[in-house]
């Protein structure tokens, strides 16, 4: 099992520009998540979704947009980047909470740059 | 979910022990204590997770008070390697909310 899979993993884009992020889960996951964190701080919740066709906001949710067409993708869309959006951006799946044996697991990261 | 509250840092001489305590005073019958860690710029590493009992695995132990307000993650033996931001979370909803964590410093 590759588990999490993002892609891409280094991205540098220009102020305007436009990019989706891809996350791929092979675990049969229903919940998905999508992060940013900043140098030096946690990470804050940006969308998530509890099943295919389903999203909702998290913390910071302005100047992005997801998509979940399928159970195992889930995808976060930039569509004017900002350099506020430089961050590193990791997306998580798991179980329902109510199964109780349900922690996130994470990818590895994207780092986004935008100039 | 509920809040939960950690020291902001913490050394632990190698070999020893490292115990990380959470507080999570407001916490409700159905939720679950996790805890995460972070190494570097990686993604979040799973370690363990508990309602009401204590819980060892291969990583760690945690430790539940009986009243749930408050658990404590311990690393056995504590190595270089366990050196980390550690997040500690109260997930019962839908969401999952990372607070700032405990940076662990593991020192030779």
């Known amino acids: 099992n590759a588990g999490v899979t993002q892609t891409p993993k280094f991205r540098v884009l220009k102020t305007g520009q436009s990019m989706t992020l891809l996350c791929a889960q092979d675990m049969n996951h229903e919940y998905m998540y999508w992060y940013r964190q900043d140098p030096g701080m946690g990470l804050r919740l940006i969308h998530y979704?509890?099943?295919?066709?389903?999203?909702a906001k998290g913390e910071v949710p302005d100047g992005y947009n997801v998509s979940r067409l399928k159970k195992q993708n889930f995808l976060l869309g930039l569509e004017s980047a900002a350099p506020s959006q430089t961050s590193v951006y990791f997306c998580?799946?798991?179980?329902?909470?109510?199964?109780?044996?349900?922690?996130?697991?994470f990818g590895n990261g994207t780092r986004l740059t935008v100039t | 979910d509920a809040k939960t509250t950690q020291p902001t840092s913490m050394d632990c001489a190698e070999g020893r022990a490292a115990n990380l305590p959470c507080n999570h005073s407001?916490?409700?019958?159905?939720?679950?204590v996790y805890w995460y860690r972070q190494i570097h710029s990686q993604g979040p590493q799973y370690i363990i997770h508990g309602l009401k009992n204590n819980e060892t695995n291969e990583m760690a132990s945690l430790i539940i008070t009986e009243d749930r307000k408050s658990s404590t993650l311990i690393l056995p033996h504590a190595t270089l390697r366990d050196t980390a931001v550690y997040y500690c979370i109260a997930r019962g909803g839908n969401k999952l909310v990372f607070g700032a964590g405990t940076i662990l410093r593991v020192k030779s």
């Open positions: 407001t916490i409700s019958g159905n939720e679950y």
């Open positions: 998580a799946s798991s179980y329902p909470p109510r199964r109780g044996n349900s922690p996130l697991h």
């Open positions: 979704s509890v099943g295919e066709g389903t999203t």
